[in-house]
């Protein structure tokens, strides 16, 4: 076996796509990190919450599974915070994006169901549909012609169908057209089920995402939020109906068999999301600079992650060190994350970044040649 994988390593290194982890962060510019409200380096904010915190008994560790004795009390203040800000019957917490990717789609089909899905969809929910037993077809990315044209045809084939996307794509930072998803999920009687892992407390007046800025929060079956980024947490929800959360109690086995998130986790997640509900003018102050930022590179993105496209893993990849050289942090993005001949760096932009910040990296660009 060692030399089989010596043999597959050697080939990854020969392909420039060799993965290693990478050393923590310095002080450069960080361009790589999911931090987009800039919370990871708010100290204030973390010292205030940790002075609350003093206050109350709270144990480090939660032991055992939700379903055992790890389901404190501060899961259920969390869940009900989210399930009233958005409006829906339930919430449901999972450990992360990852656990409720693989955990909810999966538990809801059948072989008798179809779920349909966006070609750029994250790794994470590739996983939980190949787990599920129902059928599987993917569209080309935002073509909602071929998404209505294949439900058209197949629709009735299935008991019921689940069409899954992403509010903002995570690798090219472009927006799901919500409102056209909505109209063909109830023309063609489908669930809809939107990823808003890189939205959730970004955009909408409230941070709720996508779905919240386009007034149809309702209209969404299933929402999914993650704590791991602009809340700097660790952590994911689901909102849904009650009937769903039930089910997913009974069956969701990334729920059923983890040990619970640790209640610190779950408090502190819950004081950033109170936080960020407020910081309406920080998320269009970065709205506004990734606009900028986007139109000064003559880059096509219409959110906070903007692709700069390389084309080679090695050329990706010398692009990152030179950029490194002049304090700058853009991890590569290569083949297969991204389709060969795309790699790219994958350009993250957080609110705590300035305009002094961000021409200094433009600058950098231009005058690199790999």
Same mark, same amino acid.
């Given at each position: ?10 080939? @990854?290194?020969?392909? #420039? ?60 203040? @969390? ?41 750029? &969809?994250?790794?994470?929910? %590739?996983?939980?549909? *190949?787990?599920?037993? =129902?059928?599987? /077809? ?108 039930? /089910? ?5 086995? $990334?729920? &059923? ?10 408090? /502190?997640?819950?004081?950033? &999301? ?6 309406? #003018? ?6 506004? @600079?990734?606009?900028?930022? =986007? *139109?000064?590179?003559?880059?096509? $993105? ?21 950029? =490194?050289?002049?304090?700058? $942090? ?22 705590? %970044?300035?305009?002094? #910040? ?13």
């Amino acid at each position: 076996m060692k030399e089989r994988l010596h043999n597959k390593i050697q080939q @990854l290194i020969e392909n #420039d796509n060799c993965r290693v982890l990478p050393e923590p962060p310095n002080k450069a510019i960080e361009l790589s990190s999911n931090d987009y409200m800039g919370i990871g380096q708010n100290i204030s904010l973390q010292r205030s919450f940790f002075e609350q915190l003093s206050k109350d008994d709270f144990v480090m560790g939660a032991c055992s599974s939700r379903l055992l004795t790890g389901n404190h009390l501060a899961f259920k203040s @969390l869940e009900n915070l989210l399930q009233s800000l958005y409006k829906k019957e339930e919430c449901m917490l999972y450990n992360s994006g990852y656990h409720a990717n693989i955990g909810i789609l999966p538990t809801l089909t059948t072989k008798r169901d179809l779920i349909i899905s966006d070609q750029f &969809i994250h790794a994470s929910i %590739l996983d939980g549909i *190949k787990l599920s037993e =129902a059928q599987k /077809w993917r569209f080309r990315h935002n073509n909602y012609t071929q998404l209505s044209q294949y439900l058209e045809n197949h629709r009735k084939e299935y008991d019921q169908v689940i069409i899954v996307v992403e509010s903002i794509y995570s690798m090219d930072g472009d927006h799901a057209n919500l409102k056209e998803l909505v109209e063909i999920k109830n023309r063609f009687h489908c669930l809809l089920y939107v990823d808003e892992a890189h939205a959730f407390g970004v955009t909408g007046k409230y941070g709720l995402g996508n779905a919240e800025e386009e007034g149809i929060i309702q209209e969404i079956d299933f929402i999914i939020g993650t704590f791991g980024k602009a809340i700097s947490s660790q952590g994911a929800f689901v909102v849904c109906d009650k009937i769903f959360k039930t /089910w997913l109690t009974q069956k969701s086995r $990334s729920l &059923i068999y983890t040990t619970a998130l640790p209640e610190i986790n779950i408090r /502190w997640s819950q004081y950033v &999301i109170e936080y960020l509900y407020t910081k309406e #003018d920080q998320r269009k102050r970065l709205q506004n @600079l990734a606009r900028d930022f =986007a *139109k000064r590179l003559n880059v096509v $993105s219409d959110s906070h992650i903007i692709p700069y496209l390389i084309g080679s893993n090695e050329h990706a990849m010398l692009f990152s060190e030179r950029l =490194a050289k002049y304090g700058i $942090s853009s991890l590569p993005i290569r083949h297969p994350t991204v389709p060969k001949g795309t790699a790219r760096l994958r350009l993250s932009l957080t609110s705590t %970044l300035t305009e002094q #910040d961000l021409s200094k990296v433009i600058d950098t660009l231009k005058t690199i040649q790999v």
